[in-house]
């Protein structure tokens, strides 16, 4: 079964500080790997798309890497700020799989002053 | 949000009562989707269209139709509304098929009484 299972459900850490958050998947054939963020109440916005030759990727504090061998991929978050309070979701799309996108359950990260 | 408005952004609507969710891009974007998003699931496809009168199912396409009849909108209805229904509604755009990169709207919470 595809799925995409994310780790920890939440996490809670101090502004200033670092983080990293998880996602295993076992969807396949691989396509392409990314991370959305979702600020309460509004839709996920684009973060990284990875495709299979690339390990790593950056997007200014955010740092994504792919391991496309042991089906991993890590979301670094760095020295956090409060805006980086949000849901971050890892998203799997499957070769030959048209439109059909599967999303992890996410990670709900709050940074506390 | 990238060009894309949701209505209405909240209803709250009985059971066995027809609802109609509208999605409108200023994007010109071919691809358009809906998707539900619910506690302890990532956000799972209903419906999606690649073209004006080109529609197909996701995978949870059960109780819901859609229709195209402009590029600019997509619309979702639930033609008797149940309980299971209650969710937040996203809808997406795409340029390409392949869904390399989804733009998501703001939302739109419904909820079924």
């Known amino acids: 079964k595809n799925q995409v299972e994310q780790s920890p459900q939440s996490l809670i850490i101090l502004e200033g500080k670092n983080c990293t958050l998880q996602?295993?998947?076992?969807?396949?054939?691989?396509?392409?790997l990314r991370w959305y963020k979702q600020d309460t109440g509004r839709g996920p916005v684009s973060l990284t798309i990875m495709t299979f030759s690339e390990n790593t990727k950056s997007n200014g504090r955010y740092t994504a890497t792919l391991d496309a061998d042991t089906k991993q991929s890590s979301l670094h978050i760095t020295a956090s700020q409060l805006s980086d309070s949000a849901s971050y979701i890892c998203v799997v799309k499957r070769n030959n799989a048209g439109n059909m996108l599967t999303f992890g359950g996410g990670t709900r990260l709050m940074v506390k002053p | 949000d990238a060009g894309i408005t949701q209505s209405p952004r909240h209803k709250v609507t009985e059971t066995g009562t027809p609802v109609t969710l509208r999605c409108h891009q200023t994007?010109?974007?071919?691809?358009m989707y809906w998707y539900r998003q619910d506690p302890g699931h990532g956000l799972r496809l209903i419906h999606y269209s690649y073209g004006v009168k080109d529609t197909d199912k996701g995978e949870v396409s059960d109780g819901y139709s859609v229709s195209r009849s402009k590029t600019e909108d997509f619309l979702l209805t639930l033609e008797s509304a149940t309980s299971s229904q209650t969710s937040v509604y996203f809808c997406?755009?795409?340029?390409?098929?392949?869904?390399?990169?989804?733009?998501f709207g703001p939302g739109t919470r419904l909820t079924v009484t």
């Open positions: 994007e010109n974007h071919r691809y």
């Open positions: 997406a755009i795409s340029e390409t098929g392949e869904g390399y990169e989804q733009y």
């Open positions: 996602c295993n998947y076992t969807v396949s054939p691989f396509s392409n």
